[in-house]
């Protein structure tokens, strides 16, 4: 099971920054779409 999951990181972690980053994007986008009414 260990081995497993070591062997699916050491897959994916060329891509783990822009995931990373593509996660924070939606999160500001939901964060702005939800005080953007607010503002205005």
Do not use: H, N, Q, Y
């Not at 497993?4 to 964060?31: H, N, Q, Y």
């Amino acid at each position: 099971m260990f081995d497993d999951l070591k062997a699916a990181f050491s897959r994916s972690a060329p891509t783990l920054i822009e995931d990373a980053a593509g996660a924070t994007a939606l999160v500001v986008m939901l964060m702005v779409g939800l005080f953007l009414p607010a503002v205005l």
